[in-house]
């Protein structure tokens, strides 16, 4: 079983920039594809990005795309979400995923993830 832990999260201005981390521990890091969904109040928890076990695919949310960059340290067990370009839309509870591939991530939204992370804030003021 996988442990994931999210830090980075906080208060931004819009157009400002954080990068989140999340923490793996407890199983085969490399076994899995990351990736990062975040819910907003009232929302769904919608699909942000996701990389592949080896880091040599990824997939964006069109929302985010051209602002976030998401990268893996296999040697450190770590995945990380650069945020650029904040906008308050951003704001919301980001979540650490673990699930066994990129594009069923990607493609199969929430319900295709096997572990979850508890989630940090992001808050993105006008």
């Known amino acids: 079983q996988v442990q994931l832990v999210e830090s980075g999260g906080g208060l931004v201005q819009a157009g400002g920039s954080l990068r989140l981390s999340c923490a793996a521990s407890?199983?085969?890091?490399?076994?899995?594809?990351i990736g990062w969904f975040r819910q907003a109040p009232g929302k769904e928890r919608e699909f942000v990005a996701v990389?592949?076990?080896?880091?040599?695919?990824?997939y964006y949310a069109n929302s985010v795309k051209g602002r976030f960059t998401i990268s893996r340290d296999n040697a450190k067990n770590m995945v990380y979400l650069q945020m650029n370009s904040l906008k308050p839309e951003d704001t919301a509870v980001y979540y650490c995923?673990?699930?066994?591939?990129?594009?069923?991530?990607?493609?199969?939204?929430?319900?295709?993830?096997?572990?979850w992370g508890k989630g940090t804030l992001v808050t993105v003021s006008s």
């Open positions: 407890g199983g085969t890091f490399i076994s899995y594809a």
């Open positions: 990389i592949s076990r080896s880091g040599s695919i990824t």
């Open positions: 995923a673990a699930g066994k591939g990129a594009t069923s991530i990607q493609a199969g939204g929430p319900t295709s993830v096997d572990y």
